[in-house]
């Protein structure tokens, strides 16, 4: 009887295991500070500009810490513009539009998971990509027409161009993740269509709802052009202000800054609260249904 050889692979020490653990976190953070780094600079700049007066904004070479520091910027930029209006204004625009485009989004992203409807998914994207100024001057032409230029209806209408197409696409990701037998099961004790939406999918697709809700706040808040082209002079909207800093004689670097920090920081704000949500409502769109 012939023994058998064996043959076992050599062991690793768990200092290999360290070094390798170490490398590929270190690796990692070097990764996320190359991708991060650029903007983290722009935006430490920026509140560098905001926080110092014009002269030191323009000296050579230039001077990153403000010694001293100044709120004059911002003062400025609360004296050149109703800013407080132009933030109502923002909101009202912003959160209509988006509470509109989650009442046709979501039961759209629904209905074109559940049908496999790839061409209505197609249009969806191709709305999505098309860009903004495309839609535009028919639009403009439509409300100076029906009299409607300079309120706020044409803004929050044009709104749900960017908004509803960023709804139904991310929404349509969710319910095909979802199990289709939860709602088959639904149905069958009795539920109508609609009911198996509304506590079936609907519960299930809520992290999806939350990114959805989030990322059509932010596009709708950042906006500029729609608010430029559509609205009057009680009507803009906070990125307009940042505009209402720029003059003919010189770019003032200072309140251009602070009214650029002011614009940014709700949406900064929203993100860091919610960033737990949206990754997690990313994660839960990624993962497909049995």
């Given at each position: ?7 076992t692979?050599?062991?690793?020490t ?25 903007a ?39 004296a ?11 909101v009202?625009?912003?959160v ?6 989650l ?5 759209a ?13 197609a ?14 001057i ?6 100076q ?27 349509i ?12 099961a ?18 299930l ?18 906006n ?8 009057g ?23 251009l800054?602070?009214?650029a920090?002011?614009v ?8 860091l ?11 839960a ?6």
């Amino acid at each position: 009887m012939s023994g058998r050889v064996t043959h076992t692979a050599p062991r690793r020490t768990p200092l290999w295991y360290r070094l390798r653990r170490w490398l590929g976190r270190l690796g990692f953070g070097l990764a996320v500070l190359a991708l991060i780094s650029p903007a983290v600079l722009v935006f430490l700049w920026m509140l560098s500009l905001s926080l110092k007066t014009e002269l030191d904004n323009t000296a050579w070479p230039p001077v990153f810490l403000p010694d001293p520091p100044t709120l004059e910027n911002y003062r400025e930029v609360f004296a050149r513009n109703d800013f407080l209006l132009y933030a109502w204004n923002s909101v009202v625009v912003s959160v209509t539009a988006t509470g509109l485009a989650l009442l046709v989004g979501v039961p759209a992203g629904y209905g074109i998971a559940k049908m496999r409807a790839m061409r209505a998914a197609a249009l969806i994207l191709i709305a999505r990509i098309t860009p903004g100024l495309s839609y535009l001057i028919p639009m403009f032409l439509l409300f100076q027409w029906l009299e409607l230029t300079g309120t706020l209806l044409p803004i929050i209408v044009a709104h749900l161009v960017i908004t509803v197409p960023i709804v139904v696409w991310v929404m349509i990701s969710f319910f095909e993740g979802l199990p289709g037998e939860l709602e088959e099961a639904a149905l069958v004790d009795g539920a109508t269509l609609w009911q198996a939406f509304r506590h079936v999918a609907m519960p299930l697709a809520r992290p999806g709802i939350t990114v959805a809700t989030i990322l059509a706040f932010i596009f709708s808040w950042n906006n500029f052009v729609f608010a430029m082209v559509l609205a009057g002079r009680e009507t803009r909207t906070l990125p307009v202000a940042v505009n209402n800093m720029l003059t003919f004689e010189q770019i003032a670097w200072g309140p251009l800054s602070a009214a650029a920090l002011l614009v940014t920081l709700p949406v900064l704000l929203l993100t860091l609260l919610a960033q737990r949500q949206i990754v997690a409502g990313l994660t839960a769109g990624g993962v497909k249904g049995a």
